[in-house]
Nanobody, 118 residues
Framework: QVQLVESGGGLVQPGGSLRLSCAASGMLFSIKVMRWYRQAPGKEREFVGFINWIGGNTYYADSVKGRFTISRDNTKNTVYLQMDNLKLEDTAVYYC???????????WGQGTQVTVSS
């Protein structure tokens, strides 16, 4: 099995920055892609962005484009979400998600709370 553990969430003021981490462990053969999602109270889970493990190609939702940056450390099986210029509407529980090469199974972390408030 695969386990994902998010960390780095917390309280930040509007315009501030925060970096989230998601460490993958377990039966990792070859990571295909890791993604970030978020879910605000009363809202559907929202796609934030992804990074392909090979090559490091990234893609972001329009709502975070230009403010968030996804990166990864291949040697540590860890993905990061650098969040800059945070807005009130960024408040949510942030989850990471992983697919391994050769399987459609989604793995999810437990989430980490990000609260943007003055």
């Amino acid at each position: 099995q695969v386990q994902l553990v998010e960390s780095g969430g917390g309280l930040v003021q509007p315009g501030g920055s925060l970096r989230l981490s998601c460490a993958a462990s377990g039966m990792l053969f070859s990571i295909k892609v890791m993604r970030w999602y978020r879910q605000a109270p009363g809202k559907e889970r929202e796609f934030v962005g992804f990074i392909n493990w090979i090559g490091g190609n990234t893609y972001y939702a329009d709502s975070v484009k230009g403010r968030f940056t996804i990166s990864r450390d291949n040697t540590k099986n860890t993905v990061y979400l650098q969040m800059d210029n945070l807005k009130l509407e960024d408040t949510a529980v942030y989850y990471c998600n992983l697919n391994l090469l050769g399987t459609p199974v989604d793995y999810w972390g437990q989430g980490t709370q990000v609260t943007v408030s003055s």
